[in-house]
Every structure is written in structure tokens, then in C-alpha cells.
Nanobody, 113 residues
């Protein structure tokens, strides 16, 4: 089970930090990811972190967003700075094993201009 939190309403240029807490050891998963889905659009990858700690970002958020985790809290985070109206979406976390994956319920981020 994944539980997300941290979404909300923020003005353009502002910051938010999203959290995704797992019900088991976070290192049980090969990859943990953040996705987002804007109204009327498909769900797109934002960033991911591997078990070894390697991080990857899509071009549109690189340099503004940071993905990291706290193993002691079994929690993954997405720190978002310099938010833009185009970042408005429901943000989902995903935890992947070799043959399966689980999703969080999503948390809404709204960036006003």
C-alpha cells in the first residue's frame, strides 16, 4: 500500500513537497516513481529513483524537482520548486517489483498563475 500526501494550491514560483509512504520496507521495490496526470491528459512519468539510489527526471522538471527517499521512514519524496501552472495535475507514486507494481491514490497539485 502507498499513501501520498503533500498536495495543495500554490502560486506560480512556489514550492511543495509530496510524500509517498509504503506499508513495507521501501527497499523491497526495484524502482519508485512519481507520475502526474493533468485534466484530460494521460498519466506521465515525472521522475524515478532506483533501489541503488539512481535518479532520473523528465526534461520538463529537471532542475526544479528532486526525488529522494528516507529509508528509515519508508517514504519517498518529490520536492518541487519553481512551480508553474503547467505542473498542475494529480500526482501519483508507483512502486515497482520485477513482476508487479502498486500505485498510490494520488494527490492534487494546483499551481495558480
Amino acid at each position: 500500500q502507498l499513501v501520498e500526501s503533500g498536495g495543495g494550491l500554490v502560486q506560480a514560483g512556489g514550492s511543495l513537497r509530496l510524500s509517498c509512504t509504503t506499508s513495507e520496507n521501501i527497499f523491497n521495490f526495484n524502482v519508485m516513481s512519481w507520475y502526474r496526470q493533468a485534466p484530460g491528459r494521460q498519466r506521465d512519468l515525472v521522475a524515478f529513483i532506483t533501489r541503488s539510489g539512481t535518479t532520473t527526471y523528465v526534461d520538463s522538471v529537471r532542475g526544479r524537482f528532486t526525488i529522494f527517499r528516507d529509508g528509515a521512514k519508508n517514504t519517498m519524496y518529490l520536492s518541487m520548486n519553481g512551480l508553474k501552472p503547467d505542473d498542475t495535475a494529480v500526482y501519483f507514486c508507483k512502486a515497482q517489483r520485477l513482476a508487479s507494481s502498486i500505485w498510490g491514490q494520488g494527490t492534487l497539485v494546483t499551481v495558480s498563475s
